[in-house]
């Protein structure tokens, strides 16, 4: 995939998040907008994987973890989802971090305890997708 790609991607799944939002608001548990976001991406042609299982290396051992990414959209950006007062740099972290475990260019930090996502909402890019064509 290109950078372009990559973004237009990301702004088609915040457009599916934001039909979620508009329609359900604001105060339910994460795991229910998941599992209308997951279906509003599927029903738009998406690949999507739901509660993925992650396994990390570490000392050249590779371990089964009990780490879950909520939504891998097209094999390539990674869907976090909150329902918090407050995006913490502890949420961005995680993202970053299963980001770099399962080497994909992009993350979503998504929040549905809002008025707005797409203020709420934080994109974030690593060393993956700074290699990707432009």
């Known amino acids: 995939m290109t950078k372009a790609e990559v973004t237009q991607l990301s702004y088609d799944i915040v457009g599916c998040a934001i039909k979620v939002h508009k329609e359900l608001g604001p105060g339910l548990l994460e795991s ?3 599992i209308c976001l997951a279906y509003e991406l599927k029903k738009n042609g998406f690949i999507v994987r739901q509660q993925m299982t992650t396994k990390i290396h570490y000392d050249k051992i590779e371990f ?3 780490l879950k990414v909520d ?3 097209n094999d390539t950006i990674i869907i976090e ?3 918090v007062e407050k995006l913490l740099p502890v949420h961005q972290a995680q993202l970053m971090t299963y980001m770099k475990i399962l080497k994909k260019p992009q993350g979503l930090l998504i ?3 809002t008025d707005n996502i797409t203020k709420s909402m934080i994109p974030l890019v690593n060393e ?3 290699k990707l064509s432009e």
């Open 32 to 34: 229910v907008y998941e």
């Open 71 to 73: 939504l891998l959209v």
């Open 111 to 113: 929040n549905f305890y």
């Open 81 to 83: 989802i909150k329902t």
């Open 128 to 130: 993956y997708f700074s």
């Open 64 to 66: 089964e973890t009990p």
